[in-house]
Nanobody, 121 residues
């Protein structure tokens, strides 16, 4: 059993900050790439930020300079610090983790259940 548990969403005023967390647990060998994605109703899920196990990061142009992704490999946890939030950042945010499991160490993709972020104007 693998669990990908997100937390930290909520309601904030424009210009405010939130910090999302996503923890992976279960019978796993390692957690490889991790990332945050978001999806508004009627839209495709889009990448917000990703981070490799070595710490290399990528960001969507719309969040560069405002959001920061980080991870704690010892805790199998990834974070998304969101600053200078805008109303257009309002949507559901999902965590994705590429997890290595089993005796063959195959990689599997897991998604969290999503956490709502709402930014009021």
């Amino acid at each position: 059993q693998v669990q990908v548990a997100e937390s930290g969403g909520g309601l904030v005023q424009a210009g405010g900050s939130l910090r999302l967390s996503c923890a992976v647990s279960g019978n796993i060998f390692s957690v490889n790439d991790m990332g945050w994605y978001r999806q508004a109703p009627g839209n495709e899920r889009e990448m917000v930020a990703t981070i490799t196990s070595g710490g290399s990061t990528k960001y969507a142009d719309s969040v560069k300079g405002r959001f920061a992704i980080s991870r704690d490999n010892a805790k199998n946890t990834v974070y998304l610090q969101m600053n200078s939030l805008k109303p257009e950042d309002t949507t559901v945010y999902y965590c994705k983790a590429i997890i290595s499991m089993g005796t063959a160490r195959h990689n599997y993709q897991y998604w969290g259940q999503g956490t709502q972020v709402t930014v009021s104007s």
